[in-house]
């Protein structure tokens, strides 16, 4: 099982008419065939914010025999009640990525691809990988 903690974002782009933003997160893991219980999370959506703050805790149901083959990927929205979401960006890390141990806590920093960096992870040892996103596609 994997617990993931949604934090929260920062910077965001503003994608409303108002300077700012109504986001929310999408968390999936992929590749849906090979994680058919891995069903897709969202976040609650914040209203009028650029740096919103989540605290929301998610879980998903990991086979141990395709750990090596998945990707947890966020995807941030812009939520408009009349026509369709926004996107806003994604990140991206691997499974093999994150401690295998239920009792580490790692907490990563994650850039997403759209706005003004590429994916750039940091975990609480302070090693920082930077990735493309065809190194993770």
């Given at each position: 099982?994997?617990?993931?903690?949604?934090?929260?974002?920062?910077?965001?782009?503003?994608?409303?008419?108002?300077?700012?933003?109504?986001?929310?997160?999408?968390?999936?893991?992929?590749?849906?065939?090979?994680?058919?219980?891995?069903?897709?999370?969202?976040?609650?959506?914040?209203?009028?914010?650029?740096?919103?703050?989540?605290?929301?805790?998610?879980?998903?149901?990991?086979?141990?025999?395709?750990?090596?083959n998945g990707?947890?990927?966020?995807?941030?929205?812009?939520?408009?009640?009349?026509?369709?979401?926004?996107?806003?960006?994604?990140?991206?890390?691997?499974?093999?990525?994150?401690?295998?141990?239920s009792e580490q806590?790692?907490?990563?920093?994650?850039?997403?691809?759209?706005?003004?960096?590429?994916?750039?992870?940091?975990?609480?040892?302070?090693?920082?990988?930077?990735?493309?996103?065809?190194?993770?596609?």
């Amino acid at each position: 099982i994997l617990f993931a903690k949604l934090l929260g974002a920062r910077e965001l782009i503003a994608l409303d008419t108002n300077g700012k933003s109504d986001p929310f997160i999408q968390l999936q893991v992929v590749p849906h065939h090979l994680f058919p219980d891995c069903e897709l999370k969202l976040s609650t959506v914040k209203k009028s914010t650029l740096d919103p703050m989540y605290n929301e805790m998610f879980e998903f149901i990991i086979p141990q025999d395709q750990i090596c083959n998945g990707v947890l990927v966020l995807s941030v929205y812009d939520y408009d009640f009349i026509s369709a979401n926004d996107f806003e960006g994604e990140a991206m890390v691997r499974l093999t990525d994150l401690p295998r141990n239920s009792e580490q806590h790692v907490k990563w920093t994650m850039a997403l691809h759209r706005p003004k960096e590429g994916l750039h992870l940091q975990d609480s040892r302070g090693s920082n990988k930077r990735q493309s996103c065809d190194e993770v596609c």
